[in-house]
C-alpha cells in the first residue's frame, strides 16, 4: 500500500519559515520524480516545486524561486520544501506527490499517487 504522509505546515507570520517533510512508504522512493503542490481556498491546486528521480534536477514556480527549495533524501524516503520569506499567497494546502519515473510536469495529472495534505497559514 503506497502512503504519503505530509508533516510541518502550521501558522507563520508573513516573513517566517516553515518546512514541510513528506514521508513515502510502499515505493521504491528512489525510482520516482517528486513534487509540491497547493491549493488556496477556492483555487486549483497547482505545482510548486519538484525533483527529478534521476539527475535531481529541480523545478519551482516563478512565485516561488529563491525563496523555496526542495530535496529529497532516498535513503529515508523522504523530499522536503523548505520555505522562507514567506507571503500570506503562500497560504493554503500542500500536498506531496509523487511520479513513476519520468520528468517533473507541473499538471496533476502527471502524478501517480498523493498526501492527504498539510496546511500552512501564513499572516499579514
Known amino acids: 500500500q503506497v502512503q504519503l504522509v505530509e508533516s510541518g505546515g502550521g501558522l507563520v507570520q508573513a516573513g517566517g519559515s516553515l518546512r514541510l517533510s513528506c514521508a513515502a512508504s510502499g515505493i521504491y522512493f528512489s525510482s520516482y520524480t517528486m513534487a509540491w503542490f497547493r491549493q488556496a481556498p477556492g483555487k486549483e491546486r497547482e505545482f510548486v516545486a519538484g525533483?527529478?528521480?534521476?539527475?535531481?534536477?529541480?523545478y519551482y514556480i516563478d512565485s516561488v524561486k529563491g525563496r523555496f527549495t526542495i530535496s529529497r533524501d532516498n535513503a529515508k524516503k523522504t523530499v522536503n520544501l523548505q520555505m522562507n520569506s514567506l507571503k500570506p499567497e503562500d497560504t493554503g494546502d500542500y500536498y506531496c506527490?509523487?511520479?513513476?519515473?519520468?520528468?517533473?510536469?507541473?499538471?496533476?495529472?502527471?502524478?501517480?499517487?498523493w498526501g492527504q495534505g498539510t496546511q500552512v497559514t501564513v499572516s499579514s
Open positions: 525533483i527529478n528521480w534521476s539527475d535531481q534536477n529541480t
Open positions: 506527490a509523487a511520479k513513476g519515473k519520468g520528468r517533473v510536469v507541473d499538471t496533476t495529472d502527471g502524478y501517480d499517487y
